[in-house]
């Protein structure tokens, strides 16, 4: 991992935001399980401001990511107006701050901090699977109707997993991957071959925000959703990229601290009840069910193989890795997408 200076870099870019106020205090509020950063500043003034800073990945995509979510948190009618945080603007664009410093390539953007009521129980009740079922209906209704409005949106499925191929070109990627290259590459050329096949300009797209663990939302005492943050894996794609980790909301095993990313929560019947409230309110298609599989192989392509030395500690990600050979992508051969489509009579 990278040595570097978070203090440093964010005082400079709250610096080039607005000099007129100064940094008093800077306090890391990180996930521990992942390598990305999130702080907590105090400034002069007493305010306080929320700092997001990232390394990977491409510097357009964040800045597009995080000006499309601005976009889509001021166009969310209600009740989701104020679910997402808003980012902090200069000059009438949401301000993004790059530092390149010889190795480094650090980018920095503010938010104003966002309210939280209550998270889900660690295991959930099934009156609270189904009432959460039609809550997230609800609010991919809501984000696909303020998906006209949207910027444009250059990353896709297709050049993420393109992106992996040409990191397998690399020496880096070598250095990485070498073992289980060619594993990759046929995991990476089904994926493309599903997708073509089954939502490729047939399915509509909108923005997903993929990671929905329990400790990224709040809800009302009610179940509705109320705030929403951690913004990493943000996209603009299919709905149903979302849905993995609802599964993992739901599952028998509830939330813990030690997880895998095993494929069986998909075809628990605690998510089959989810999909029975989702489908009621935002009815699902064929296509879709049957592209869950290539979901969740998306998702451990792009987050676990390709991303995962960013997004979790090293010894996780090792981990993790590992049991992408072992367990997840044969598990994949196990999806039954007869059995939902018969459940939600499609």
Known sequence: MRLIDYPTIIRRAWAAFDPSQTVQSIEDISARVSTNHVF??????????????????????????????????????????????????????????????????????????????????????????????????????????????LPKYAKTLRSDIQGLLDLLDTDAGQYEHRQNENAIRQQCNLFLENRQKLVAKVVETMPVFVDWNIGNFSVTEGLHLYSRWDYDWFRISYRVMDFYFFSRVCSDVGDRTVFSYVIGPLMEERFGWFLDEYHKVYPLTEREIRFLPEAYRFFILNYVIKYGRYFFHRTYASKLQREAFETYFPSIETFDADKILRRLDI
């Open 40 to 149: 907590r500043l105090t400034l002069d003034s007493g305010d306080r401001v929320i700092a997001k800073l990232s390394y990977f990945g491409k510097f357009d995509h964040f800045r597009d990511d995080h000006r499309i979510i601005h976009t889509l948190a001021n166009n969310l009618l209600y009740p989701f107006e104020n679910v997402l945080a808003k980012s902090l603007m200069k000059n009438g664009q949401v301000f993004t701050y790059r530092h390149q410093e010889g190795l480094v390539d650090a980018w920095v953007v503010f938010y104003n901090p966002i309210r939280a009521k209550n998270r889900l129980p660690r295991r959930l009740d099934e009156w609270h699977i189904r009432r959460l079922g039609g809550e997230i209906a609800r609010f991919h209704l809501a984000c696909n109707r303020a998906s006209g409005v």
